[in-house]
C-alpha cells in the first residue's frame, strides 16, 4: 500500500488527518480533466462549479477513479464532528453524500456540486436512463445535455441515497442533508 493511501485511510479515524486533507486539497479539482470546470459564486445557490469552456453531452465531468472521497462509519462521523464549532460542523455534514450504503466525505471542489431536479450532469445509470451514449463506461459522472461555458454543473440529490444516522446527525446540526435538499428544491 503506498503511504498516501495508507494517510487516506488513516483519515477515516483522525480528525486532525482529515482536517489535513480537507485543507491539502480544499481547491483541488481532484477528479476533473484539467480546464474543464471552475469554482464560483452561483446566484442565490453559494459556491458552485461552473463549466470553464462548452462541454458535450456524453462527455466525462468527473471521474471517480481520480476523485477523492474518505469513506466515513457513523462512528467515525461522530469523532470527526465532536471537536468542530457548530459552524464547522453544518460545512463539514454539508459536504457528505450517501451512496452504495456508506456515507462519503468529499475532498476537492467536487463539494460545491449543488443540486437542481434538472441536473446537467448524472452517472451511468441517470445517463443510460435520459437516451445519454457515453464512449466510455468509466465510473462518474457525465454531461446529461451540452452545457455551455459558464453554465453551472449540477446533480440531482435523489440519485444519492439516504443514511438514517446521517440524516439525524444532519437533523441535529440543523443541516439539510442531500436527500432533504433533493426533497425540499425539486
Not at 84 to 105: A, I, N, Q, S
Request: hydrophobic residues 35%; charged residues 25%; aromatic residues 10%.
Amino acid at each position: 500500500m503506498a503511504a498516501e493511501d495508507k494517510f487516506f485511510l488513516d483519515a477515516r479515524d483522525s480528525p486532525s488527518i482529515l482536517n489535513q486533507l480537507a485543507e491539502k486539497y480544499s481547491y483541488a479539482s481532484l477528479g476533473y480533466p484539467p480546464g474543464l470546470i471552475k469554482v464560483t459564486l452561483c446566484e442565490g445557490r453559494g459556491t458552485g462549479l461552473v463549466a470553464a469552456r462548452m462541454i458535450k453531452r456524453g462527455e466525462m465531468v468527473f471521474d471517480d477513479l481520480t476523485g477523492v472521497e474518505i469513506e466515513l462509519t457513523e462512528n467515525q462521523l461522530n469523532v470527526h464532528l465532536i471537536e468542530k464549532t457548530p459552524e464547522e460542523r453544518k460545512k463539514f455534514l454539508m459536504h457528505c453524500y450517501c451512496h452504495d450504503g456508506v456515507l462519503w466525505y468529499v475532498l476537492g471542489i467536487g463539494r460545491f456540486t449543488n443540486h437542481s431536479k434538472n441536473p446537467s450532469c448524472g452517472d451511468i445509470r441517470r445517463c443510460s436512463s435520459s437516451g445519454v451514449i457515453l464512449t466510455e463506461a468509466s465510473p462518474g459522472s457525465y454531461a446529461l445535455r451540452d452545457i455551455k461555458e459558464g453554465e453551472e454543473i449540477t446533480e440531482d440529490y435523489s440519485d444519492y441515497q439516504s443514511l438514517a444516522f446521517y440524516e439525524q446527525i444532519c437533523l441535529e446540526n440543523e443541516v439539510e442533508s442531500t436527500s432533504v435538499c433533493a426533497e425540499k428544491y425539486s
